[in-house]
């Protein structure tokens, strides 16, 4: 050190270790630049001297809205007042009861000037009686006869839009198959879905004489199978 002015030599590790390591003679301490950050910013209350420290973002909020569930297939908009505060709200096509949707921006504002908060929105659908949604798939449920299960026969099926289309139920049909309607599910930014057919055969509650009696004769005359002797045969291993 010339004329009590620090000199570095050329090609070092740096300068500042050499500055703080020849204080009190002792031995030489290696600094990284990760050090200085945090000397300097302790020095000036924290943060980077050269860089002043960003707002706070405002708090979020959350709230509830419901809806049809013919809205939440094909998409709505919705008025709500939160925190004393009107907005509308564009419901994308497809949503699901407890599906919840971010507004950037529609929170609380933030103390110190930053960015407002958000707004978390929890969508609750109301049931439809006849109509669930599965993904971008709508499902009914549609009672047959045993005859038109039997048989075979042409059947109409609703759709949420209204209007009914017409399906072929083939002869041997159980209970429980699922036919699909292409196209007539969720029309959404993610694809268009299906409509499925879950056929019920249904039981008849009451018969009368000529009824039961004609059922008798074809007991009598359907093949001796027994329904139940692969779930059996299953269940014994």
């Known amino acids: ?61 959350t709230a509830r809205a419901a809806l049809d569930f013919t809205s939440a297939v094909q998409g709505d908009t919705l008025k709500l007042t939160v925190a004393g505060k009107s907005m509308t709200v564009k419901v994308p096509a497809g949503v699901h009861d407890g599906q919840k949707i971010k507004l950037a921006g ?55 839009g209204g209007d009914v289309v017409k399906l072929r139920v083939a002869p041997g049909t159980p209970s429980g198959r699922v036919l699909r309607v292409k196209g007539r599910g969720v029309k959404s930014s993610k694809g268009t879905g299906d409509l499925l057919v879950e056929l019920q055969v249904a039981v008849p509650a009451h018969l009368d004489d000529a009824a039961r009696e004609a059922l008798q004769k074809f007991h009598e005359l359907e093949p001796m199978e027994n329904p139940r002797a692969d779930l059996m045969a299953t269940a014994r291993g």
């Open 106 to 160: 529609k929170g609380d504002p933030s103390p110190s000037g930053g960015e407002p908060g958000d707004l978390i929105l929890t969508l609750q659908v109301r049931p439809h009686p006849v109509f669930t949604m599965d993904g971008l798939n709508l499902r009914v449920d549609v009672p047959v006869t045993f005859a038109e299960a039997t048989l075979g026969a042409t059947i109409e099926v609703p759709t949420l």
């Open 1 to 61: 050190m010339a004329g009590g002015r620090p000199r570095f030599a050329p090609g070092g590790s740096g300068g500042f270790e050499d500055v703080f390591g020849g204080f009190g003679g002792g031995p030489r301490v290696q600094y990284s630049q990760g050090d200085f950050d945090d000397l300097l910013g302790g020095m000036f209350g924290g943060g980077s001297p050269f860089g002043a420290r960003r707002p706070a973002k405002g708090r979020d909020v």
